[in-house]
């Protein structure tokens, strides 16, 4: 943010890395986010205050398969553990 006191004179945008089309962004701890995404994969990063060696400050931590659209979900329990499993269609 530029400004010369009580007036804003400009925006600075700084491109930090690229990831999945997020659907939603949640900060979870220690420069942590997860990406959600209703379009591709979702994804667990790291923020990292230098850039890389490819110029981005984002370190994809784990990446989860969209199983989207989901239409249809219940809860099953098939080996009567007590360890209900999702099954989706």
């Known amino acids: ?4 006191g009580g007036k804003v004179l400009g925006l600075k945008l700084d491109m930090l890395g690229e990831t999945s089309c997020a ?3 949640s900060y979870l701890d220690s420069g942590v986010v997860f990406i959600g995404s209703s379009f591709g994969d979702s994804q667990l990063i ?3 205050p230098d ?3 490819n110029d981005s400050n984002i370190e994809v931590l784990e ?3 969209n199983l989207g659209p989901i239409q249809d979900f219940c809860v099953v329990d ?3 553990q ?3 499993q ?4």
């Open 46 to 48: 790291k923020l990292h």
């Open 86 to 89: 999702v099954v989706t269609c």
């Open 82 to 84: 007590g360890q209900g």
């Open 23 to 25: 659907t939603t962004i």
């Open 51 to 53: 850039k890389d060696a």
């Open 63 to 65: 990446t989860f398969t």
């Open 78 to 80: 098939l080996e009567r």
């Open 1 to 4: 943010l530029d400004h010369d």
